[in-house]
Each structure stands twice: as C-alpha cells, then as structure tokens.
C-alpha cells in the first residue's frame, strides 16, 4: 500500500514546494517508486522546482476532469529514476478540483507507487484541506518565527479533526520540519530557537534546513537541492528523508558554525 | 477621577438556533407554531439566531423579513443571521439583525446541539420533578488543543492532559484543569458558576475567565507567568495564585 504523505504549513512561502521536490526525490533516491502531486491549483510552481515545465502536456485537473488519463499527465523526471510529478494547472481556478475525482487518482497512484507526496497550497482553507484530507502522515513546514509556527499549530488542529483518519477515528501521523533556520539569528534571538518551536507545537522533529542560498541556485537550475549533496541544506534534506524512513540520524547544523582559521581568512562562508 | 460608567465582560449564553432549510411562507408558520407548542416556557422571549448557511437555494429578502417578523410574532427574539450571503446581509442589518460568518468550522470538536435536545431539559413534567443529583463524567481530552480549535465541556469540568494553544479556546460549566502549557484562553463557568476555577500547570495564558470575569494576559504575567496556578472568583474581581 502506497503512502501518503501530504507537505503543508499553513503560512505561504514557507518552504513547502522545496521540501516537496527535495523528499519526493530523495525517497526515490533511495528505491521507493515516489509521485509528487502539485496541489497548488493556479500557481504550479512544482514543476520549475523539479525542471520539468516544459514537459507538461496535461495537468492533474485533466485527469479529474477525465481530459487525459494518469499516464498521459504523469512525468517521469529525468535525473532520478522512479520518481514521477503530477504538475497542477496554471490556467483553472482553485475549484477545480472535487473530493472524489482526487480520492479517483490517489486511489489509482497508490496501485503503482510506493510513496505519493502532496504539495498543499498555502493557507487553511479549500484548497490546504483537499491536500491534506486523505493523507496518512503529515510533514508540517515552519519556520522559526511566530505566525509560521502559529499557523502550522493550525494546519495540525485541521488535520487531527478534518482529514479522513481523523473522521475515521485515528491520527495522522506528524513531522515537524523546521525550514530556513539560520542560527545566527537565532543566536542573537531574532528567530525562534528549534527547542522553542518544539516546546509550542510538541511534534517530532523530522529535520532542521538551514536557510541557504543553494536553495535559490537549485531552483533556478531546476534540480532539487537534496541533488545538491554539497550544500548544507542538501544533506538535511537527505537526513530527513532518512528520519522519514525510521532511520535515527543525529540533527546537524544547529548551531553557529565558528568559522575555521582558513574560512575566515578568505572570507568564505 | 471620573466616575466609572461600565465594566465590559465576556460571556456566553444560549441562544436558540434554527437552521433554516427551506422556506414556504404557510408552512413555515405552521411549523414554528407547532415547534414552539412542544415547550412554551424554553421558547418565549428565547434569543434566536438564524442560521442560512444550510439553506437550499436562493432566499429572498422579503422572504427573510417576513421570518424574521413570524419569529418576533411568535415570540422569539431574534438577535443575528449567521452565514448570510452579500447580498442578503444589507436585509440583515436592516432587520436590526447582527450579521455573523457562517458557524465558523473551528468548533470541531463540538457538534452543534440540536434544539431538541434542549427541549427536553425543560419539559415541565423534569422541571418540577424533584432534582436528581446529576453527576457528569469531567471531559477528558488527551491531545493538544491546537490554534483555532474550541473545546467545550457542557455540564461538567474539562481536563486536557495536553497543551492549549494559543489562539486556541477550552470552556467548561464547570472547573478547568491544564496538565500542559496553558497559552490560549480558558473560561470556567460559562453558564455563570462563580464558584468555578481554572487550574493550571504553566500558566501564559491569554485571557482567564471565570463566571464571565475575566483577566487578561498583561495581568497574568504579573502574577504568576509560566508557573503552576489556579484562578478563582472572589467577588467580583479573579484572584490568580501560584499553587
Ligand atoms: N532552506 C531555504 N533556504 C533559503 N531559501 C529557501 C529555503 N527554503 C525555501 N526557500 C525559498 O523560499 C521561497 C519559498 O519557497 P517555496 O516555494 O518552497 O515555499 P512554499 O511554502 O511552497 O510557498 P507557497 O506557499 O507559495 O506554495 C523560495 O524562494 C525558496 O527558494
Ligand atoms: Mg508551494
């Protein structure tokens, strides 16, 4: 049985298209047959995170609307096998999408995939609720600042009464991913610290993704930073997708990194 | 100093909500008469809100002024619309009505108790009945309460084993217990029990209530912020303690 794990924040611009593209890939990465589904009907922004916006032919919305089967809308990406993006559409509107016809194509992607990631739309509303209403577990994305993480307090209350687990009488299993941390400001209590974020939401924490510019640079090449195993950020994700999986990783890039003498010398960062 | 003129309070009351569905002008007489006849006492001069969220189709305004006259004819109250569209919401205001936003989704936790549920309690025949002890089992919640949701225990005391949210909202005829962060707002004794408190084990809280009294956040980093408390009514001011 395929799982579904649905990314969603509450709050916009948090970081969950990112961390979509980068879980997405890094689970494939590692064996798992793995779809990604862009919820984000009218903005579609998966597809340039994944590379992938010249290949979109048809649309998750064709397939609800039955305009094109599943396999004519998924795209197998190119970098990294097994893994597929069902793109949303730029051109309809937010309603677009019904309860049964998504309940339809989740049904018939878990036949063939292993894992199926739901990038939620920002907010509370419709749209983040759809996203959210059939999946099994939740990676919730904050940031270390106080209306991000009061926002996804709220996508956690929603989750817990208004998915189909919960209705059902069970609980949706919840990670907390603290994205764009930067321990400088943390240090110098501009930004929330992990403990803090913890101690409001009481979520387990799936991973910490320092603020980092490869993020930028890796959307702008159209390749998911957890491609980019350099970066900071690239190596958490990679951890995280590990946690994901039951794996216990130790959580890394916590605190400010002294700079080493040749560092400082030459200014890098 | 100038006289003060008022105090402001919050408080929750009943009111009587009616879900309209659909709408013929005899039938909707005839059944409200009938309604109404099932328990005089309960209904008369009884605080009505209007629910339109659930109707079927497009009501009219005149059609809404004249349940909204039926009503007041029959003796109810009404006070507010609830879930109006735009264009009715004009009508609304000048009915004199409040406009409010449909049954916010917030209160998932507690479905919306039918009328006749409330019927019931005030069948003359249970009125006057000599009054049974009723012991009410304390709710028991075991999971936070998040932002935005509402958790109400009707008749008995609420326990949250858990954390409550700020922006979140636990209410309780009776007392309050918190075993977790308390950050969000905590009324005890909504129906106007001044004997009941608020216990807490980390009190930042953003507003205390009991009884309709209430203190907010500022007050309570004074006196007791992120320590062990409990909150209770002497007179008409609520003293806040550290256990
Ligand atoms: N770890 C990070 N370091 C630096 N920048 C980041 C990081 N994560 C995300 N960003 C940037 O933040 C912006 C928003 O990211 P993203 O599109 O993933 O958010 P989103 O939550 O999907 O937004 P929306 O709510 O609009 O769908 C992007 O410009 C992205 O490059
Ligand atoms: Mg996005």
Known sequence: MAKIIVVTSGKGGVGKTTTSAAIATGLA??????????????????????????????????????????????????????????????????????????????ENLAKDFEYIICDSPAGIEQGAQMALYFADEAIVVTNPEVSSVRDSDRIIG?????????????????????????????????????????????????????????????SNQGAPVILDQESEAGQAYLDAVSRLLGEDVKHRFLEVQKKGFLKRLLGGK | MAKVCFQMKGTAFTAVVMDLQAY???????????????????????????????????????????????????????????????????????????????????????????????????????????????????????????????????????????????????????????????????LAGVKGDTNARVFCRQMEAELVSIAGYFVMNEKLRELCWKEPAHAFLEGESIQVAVI
């Open chain 1, 158 to 218: 929603i989750l817990q009464s208004k998915s189909l687990k919960a209705e059902q009488g069970g609980t949706v299993k919840e990670h907390l991913l603290l994205t764009r941390y930067n321990p400088e400001r943390v240090a110098s209590a501009e930004m929330l610290s992990v403990a803090d974020v913890e101690d409001i939401l009481a979520v387990p924490l799936l991973g910490v993704i320092p603020e980092s510019e490869a993020v930028l640079k890796a």
């Open chain 2, 24 to 186: 013929s002008a005899d039938l909707f007489r005839a059944q409200l008469k009938q309604k109404i006849d099932t328990a005089p006492q309960f209904f008369n001069a009884s605080p009505l809100v209007l629910n339109l969220a659930s109707f079927e189709g497009q009501l009219e305004d005149e059609q809404l002024e004249h349940i909204v006259a039926v009503c007041r004819e029959e003796g109810l109250q009404p006070i507010a619309c609830r879930g109006a569209t735009p264009e009715l919401r004009y009508t609304v205001m000048g009915l004199g009505l409040a406009s409010l936003p449909a049954a916010k989704t917030r209160s998932s936790e507690i479905p919306a108790e039918p009328v006749q549920a409330k019927v019931k309690q005030v069948e003359p025949e249970q009125t006057v009945a000599e009054p049974a002890p009723v012991v009410r089992p304390s709710k028991v919640i075991t999971k936070p309460v998040r932002s935005g949701q509402q958790v109400y225990a009707e008749g008995c005391d609420l326990i949250v084993m858990a954390a409550v949210s700020e922006g979140a909202e636990v209410l309780a005829d009776g007392h309050i217990h918190v075993y977790g962060p308390l950050r969000g707002r905590a």
């Open chain 1, 29 to 106: 990465m590692r064996g798992f047959k793995t779809v990604v589904i862009d919820f984000d009907v009218g903005l579609r922004n998966l597809d340039l995170i994944m590379g992938c916006e010249r290949r979109v032919v048809y649309d998750f919305v064709n397939v609800i609307k039955k305009e094109a089967t599943l396999n004519q809308a998924l795209i197998k990406d190119k970098r990294t096998p097994g893994l597929f993006i069902l793109p949303a559409s730029q051109t309809r509107d937010k309603d677009a999408l019904s309860m049964e016809g998504v309940q339809t194509v989740l």
